[in-house]
Structures are given as C-alpha cells and as structure tokens.
C-alpha cells in the first residue's frame, strides 16, 4: 500500500517545472530519456520457454487478436508453428528484443514519483542540489485519477479490440521492484495487465533508494497531462533555495487556493538529514 503522500523533487529554476505548481501539469516521459540506461529494457524471454509453453503463449496470443481461430483448429495451428519458426530463431530473437524495448519507447509515460521527502540524494539530483522544490500528491486522489483512466481503457479494449486506435489514459500506479540480478521474465507467466509491466517496473538495486512508484500512460508517450484540482497537498522549499523563489512559490499557492501545506526544509545540526518547518502563505 502506497504513503498517504507521495512526492516528486523539481528544479524551480526550469520553467517546465514550475508548471507542475501553476498550471498541475505533469510530464510523461519515455523510457529512453532516463539517465538509467538499463531502465525499461528489460526484455521477455521466448528463448526460455519449452516448446510446449511456446505454443500455449503464442496460442492465447493469436485467439486474443483473433477469436474465431477456436472454431478453424487446422488453420490456428499452422498459424501457431509459423510464429514458433519465427521466434525460435536466433537472429530475430535478438531483433524481437530491440523492438520490445523501442515498443515501451514509444507506447508508455512514466511520471516517476518517490515515496520519501527527506532523501538527500533526491533533493541534489532532482531538485537543483536542494534548491528546488519536493511537491506531494494525495495518494487518494491519485488513485480517483487511476480508476478514471482505468474505466476508459476498459470500454475502449471492449469495443476497439483487436482493431486498435490510440488512446491516452494513466491506467496504474506501480511499485518499482529493485533486484540485484538481471531478471529473466517468462513470457508463461504473464497473464495479466499488472504483470506486463514487469519490464518498465524492474531496476537495479543501486536505485533502491529513490523508494520510487510509477505512474503508467498507455499508448502515449513525452507528452503532458493535467491533474485534477487538489491532487497537490504539501509543497516543501529546498533548503538552499533563492529568497526570490520561496516568494515566487508562496504568490503561486495563494493564487490556487487549495489549502496546499508549506514547508520549508531545515538541514539538521548534528546529524546527516533534514527537518521541515511549516511556512504561513
């Protein structure tokens, strides 16, 4: 179960950040932006399956894209050993894995947030080495946003599936599961829409500390969403920010008037982390 808050560190100096406060835009990404080049490269393995687990994969596959192959078995299995050549050989295994991975390049956009405010690593590599500002969404209200999205995505795969249209909605909100080894994903086990994303939620444990969950856009990507009024709760200002900028942020909240909590973060005296003091507006 996610915090009651989670938070997303931004540098107040960049104009496309500042916009998270003013305007509650948040931004998209694709994968291939991400200063991880490990991240969401993750491939599906066909290679590991047995030839049995192969059939059954590619079997659901091709009645999912295509239900009437239930009733024409002779024609299901030819199509079945057709995509089993093809996945089995070496050389366009090697090509299914670059596409795989150009795939959530192109079709997903991962807002990333964390799960932490006083994580010093994040305030100096998110957030203009604690100049900047950590801002905190609702959980509640992130999961409204999700349930809006995911009831979309539902009439939408109901009625265009499998003649596919775009469609741009935040669909789930995931934990980022961290491994010390690279993982091998079968693709046998992945039976269901959570499950899919293994790929895109998976990192090195070097990252463990970023504490990070993700939201997921389908079949859209680098592109901006606005979030509803009063998903923002708690805007905390670096400790090493601009007297300019904490004024600049304290017009902006009395401008939404949303009843948004400010703090301002405090390095402590005697020990490596940070207290936050609340700051009237």
């Given amino acids: 179960m996610p915090p009651e808050t989670l938070y997303k560190y931004r540098c107040w100096s960049e104009e496309c950040h500042r916009r998270l406060l003013t305007n509650n835009e948040i931004f998209f990404s694709s994968p291939k932006h991400f ?22 994969v590619i079997s ?22 057709s995509k089993m050549k093809e996945l089995t050989d070496p050389n366009i295994s090697l090509e299914r894995m670059r596409e795989q991975r150009e795939f959530w390049n192109k079709k997903v956009g991962i807002f990333s947030l964390a799960e932490c405010k006083d994580n010093i690593l994040m305030w100096s590599h998110y957030a203009d080495c604690h100049k900047g500002v950590c801002v905190g969404f609702d959980y ?39 491994q010390k080894e690279y993982p091998v994903i079968n693709p046998a086990e992945i039976r269901d829409k959570n499950n899919i994303f293994i ?83």
């Fill in 35 to 56: 200063n991880d080049p490990f991240d969401s490269t993750i491939p599906v393995r066909y290679d590991k399956l047995t030839k049995n687990e192969l059939r059954a």
């Fill in 60 to 81: 659901r596959w091709l009645i999912r894209e295509e239900p009437n192959l239930k009733k024409h078995h002779k024609k299901l299995g030819k199509k079945i050993n």
């Fill in 140 to 178: 509640l209200k992130i999961k409204k946003y999700i349930k809006d999205g995911c009831e979309k995505w539902m009439r939408y795969e109901a009625i265009a599936f499998p003649k596919r249209c775009n469609i741009d909605v935040v669909i789930s909100l995931f934990k980022v599961e961290y």
């Fill in 199 to 281: 790929p895109i939620t998976t990192k090195s444990d070097q990252w463990e500390y970023e504490k990070e969950y993700r939201l997921i856009l389908v079949d859209r990507t680098d592109c901006i969403k606005i979030l509803p009024k009063n998903t923002i709760n708690e805007v905390i200002l670096g400790c090493r920010m601009e007297s300019s900028h904490r004024d600049e942020i304290k017009r902006v909240l009395k401008k939404k008037n949303e009843n948004i909590e400010l703090y301002e973060a405090k390095m402590k005296e005697e020990s490596f982390g940070l207290d936050f003091e609340r700051v009237d507006y």
